[in-house]
């Protein structure tokens, strides 16, 4: 099962909280605030019950939250199946605008063939994907600017009601 993201800004840097109260503010399960001192969250002292620090679980969570980042460099898409950034195939992207000023990233992965996306500024894309052939396509159509769907039923037309 993915994990969720935690968010530390829940916990109030100048309180302090127990196993029980930690879990609730921040929506887990107890056993979760357990695993998170066993894995380097520092309790006040080794007394019962465990007390946290709002100040030192928000650092904790912050930390945790940060290793699990994977910035993109220059000329990458972030592939979802692979899990890290990686080049387009055959160094070609299309842009999608959006609006006047930006628009997705559309490719696929070098590796596993899987559609990868990323958002970018029109004016920066030489500098988010250098080196890549970039195709501008054609935006999103609107569904008000679309044609209206055919009223005309054949079975209506022929006399035959299925």
């Given amino acids: 099962m993915a994990t969720r993201r935690v968010n530390p800004r ?3 840097i100048n309180r302090t909280y127990d196993v029980s109260e930690l879990a609730a503010k921040l929506r887990v399960h107890k056993n979760t605030v ?3 001192r066993r894995d380097g969250l520092k309790a006040l002292d080794g007394s019962r019950p465990a007390l946290f620090h709002g100040s030192v679980v928000r650092a904790y969570l912050d930390a945790k939250n940060k290793s699990r980042k994977s910035p993109c460099p220059a000329g990458t898409i972030y592939c979802f199946r692979c899990r890290e950034p990686r080049r387009p195939a055959l160094d070609r992207v299309d842009f999608v605008p959006i609006n006047a000023k930006s628009g997705n990233l559309r490719a696929l992965c070098g590796i596993c063939r899987t559609t990868m996306h990323r958002r970018a500024s029109l004016s920066c894309l030489n500098v988010v994907m250098p080196d ?5 396509a054609e935006g999103q159509g609107h569904l008000i ?3 209206p769907p055919s009223l005309d039923c ?4 022929e006399g ?3």
């Fill in 10 to 12: 829940a916990v109030k």
């Fill in 34 to 36: 357990r695993h998170w």
């Fill in 132 to 136: 890549c052939t970039i195709h501008h």
């Fill in 145 to 147: 600017r679309s044609h």
């Fill in 154 to 157: 054949v079975f209506e037309r």
């Fill in 160 to 162: 035959q009601m299925r």
